[in-house]
């Protein structure tokens, strides 16, 4: 099985709402990624989480927030969003050590309104 | 820095063509090389993938072979279909460590669209 979930599936949020996006995994992958997709552009790399810790921050306005509980779950909690933000927001894991593949999850569309 | 040129898109084909989209990187040592597919309204799905030079990675009729001596990791399928519309990413990910851990860096992605 190599099924990363993503809820929700479609999120509308005002610019002082506070959401949080969800991604799931139960691959046993110890890194896990968000990534924010604007149409027709490849992904973005937002975050990266090795072993439940954060490792990269690709320097994303604190606005963003990741937080990722245990090694199956991995959320990203949003705050004060801009209009510009909205986009299609993927999650994705990997194992850090056994072959470099990222599998990815369906995505949250995203619009901040 | 390690960079992906994918062809510039986007391509149109009929049902049972060939198909090739072309990818080239630049990278140093030898990266992990992958092809992913996003069929609309979904999320990426990984199609194919090769971890050194000369590997030909192959999935669902679609093909992609690294060659090292001319940096790049052509897709081909002989026969495409309807089904196949969606747009093609050519991804790559550095070996080791050290701050380009986890990072994949895409290529501007190619859409394809199959007509019966």
């Known amino acids: 099985d190599t099924e990363v979930t993503q809820t929700p599936k479609h999120l509308v949020m005002g610019m002082t709402n506070k959401k949080s996006l969800k991604c799931e995994q139960h691959?046993?992958?110890?890194?896990m990624y968000w990534y924010k997709q604007k149409a027709k552009k490849p992904p973005e790399l937002m975050f990266v989480y090795s072993y439940e810790k954060l490792s990269i921050n690709e320097s994303v306005p604190s606005r963003f927030s990741p937080e990722c509980p245990n090694s199956s779950l991995l959320n990203l909690h949003l705050h004060a969003l801009q209009p510009e933000d909205s986009a299609l927001y993927l999650c994705a894991s990997s194992h850090p050590r056994l072959g470099r593949e990222q599998y990815f999850g369906p995505g949250t569309r995203l619009t901040v309104t | 820095g390690n960079s992906v040129t994918q062809m510039e898109g986007p391509v149109t084909l009929s049902e049972e063509a060939f198909l090739t989209i072309n990818c080239t990187y630049t990278?140093?040592?030898?990266?992990?090389l992958f092809w992913y597919v996003q069929y609309p309204g979904e999320g990426l799905q990984l199609l194919l993938k090769a971890t050194k030079a000369d590997d030909k990675g192959s999935n669902k009729g679609f093909e992609a072979t690294y060659r090292k001596e001319t940096t790049s990791f052509h897709l081909e399928k002989g026969s495409v279909q309807v089904s196949d519309s969606a747009v093609y990413f050519c991804a790559l990910r550095p070996l080791g460590g050290g701050t380009s851990y986890g990072k994949l860096t895409f290529g501007q992605g190619t859409i394809l669209t199959v007509h019966p």
């Open positions: 691959m046993g992958h110890r890194a």
């Open positions: 990278a140093t040592g030898y990266p992990s």
